[in-house]
């Protein structure tokens, strides 16, 4: 099983690890590790377009959580992406799994920086759920053109 998706199955298993009285620390864990899974599957699906695989490793440290998230976020704009002649629901698909990694980095900001944001159970569920939803979306989408347009988008960072 690949790395990110040990990371999600982990995040999971925190966040129902106490099922009366969850600790913060394991709910702030949770959405710390569905963040990384979605990172983790974005940097490995980028990586694995790389024809020399044991390159792949040391690609996959160059991406930088900040870039990747302004390229999520980029792709949100309808003035810098029209999406002409695709498919509406490759590009839906694909603006919820961007919109999810973006909103994601902000929550595991908080989950590990905020120690005055208190998490429920339920709210540390369904972060981790979106990010399980982004796996699935994923996988739909994964060979569309502009999948591959927004993975190379994580990396190479934006010139004005």
Do not use: C
């Amino acid at each position: 099983m690949a790395y990110h998706d040990d990371l999600l199955i982990q995040a999971f298993m925190l966040v129902r690890k106490e099922p009366r009285k969850p600790r913060q620390a394991s709910l702030r864990r949770a959405v710390s590790s569905a963040y990384y899974a979605l990172f983790h599957l974005l940097v490995s699906e980028s990586v694995a377009n790389w024809r020399h695989a044991d390159q792949r490793a040391a690609l996959g440290r160059a991406f930088d959580h900040t870039s990747m998230k302004s390229a999520s976020n980029r792709l949100q704009d309808t003035r810098l992406f029209k999406f002409t002649d695709e498919n509406p629901t490759v590009v839906t698909a694909l603006k919820y799994v961007a919109k999810i990694f973006a909103q994601l980095q902000e929550q595991r900001h908080t989950a590990d920086y905020d120690n005055a944001t208190f998490w429920t159970k339920t709210e540390a569920l369904t972060q981790v759920a979106s990010v399980q939803h982004a796996f699935s979306t994923w996988k739909t989408i994964r060979k569309e053109r502009i999948s591959q347009a927004y993975l190379m988008s994580l990396l190479v960072k934006k010139r004005d």
